[in-house]
């Protein structure tokens, strides 16, 4: 899906003539730490609550804000979900403006709706575990990966891939469609892949488990 899909119908933009005050209040009415500025329609920016709460005439219009702080937070229309939800990522914002080609203003996304959208999608309700590898960004061959998966009987669902700081590694999240990844663990290890963390039902953490209610009933006979 497209931008366009997403957008809020609670979120009302403000106007470039509008008070800083009636802004502040809008953003507390509506629940959010950002609003779309409009113009005759055009797209102007976004302004922030909390610039707005540092200004020291809040009765001066939001046109006559300093340009930095009319912020570039948009997406076009057909932007697919994916690079939204990566806007969002590198805004840091909690709304987002949707505008056509030439500017005009469409709607808003809201951050907290895009989550509960995306959420509902088919790989996140597949049940199953998730396997978090760290590697170097040459040793990133996803052909093996998905090979080891399906050694185990299990299918990769959802891939997502985080770069780690002032290296040239990353973390890869592999969302899978098998709850006991306690064999496909043991294959990563033999091909030296470096677990960071592990999201599953594990055989062995049962058998641990079990072995521990078995040992404290001991104790209290």
Known sequence: MTAENFISLQISPLHSSDSISFAIDE???????????????????????EDLENQIDSSISI????????????????????????????????????????????GSIQASEMLYSFA???????????????????????SQIAQIAESGDARIVALYISELPDSNRILLTLKLNKENLDGIIQTFERYNYEIRAIFAHSKSAVDLMQ????????INM
């Open 211 to 218: 072995r521990y209610d078995l040992l404290m009933k001991w």
């Open 120 to 142: 509902q999608t088919v790989s996140f309700k597949i049940p199953g575990g998730v396997i978090v590898l760290e590697l170097s960004t040459a040793d990133y061959h996803l």
């Open 27 to 49: 953003m507390l009415q509506q629940g959010t730490q950002s609003l779309p500025v409009i113009d005759k329609g055009e797209f102007v920016g976004v302004v922030k609550l």
């Open 63 to 106: 046109g006559r804000l300093p340009s930095e702080l009319l912020r570039p937070y948009f997406t076009y229309s057909h932007t697919h979900e994916l690079e939204v939800i990566s806007a969002f990522g590198v805004f840091k914002c909690d709304v987002l403006a949707v505008i056509d080609s030439a500017g005009g203003y469409i």
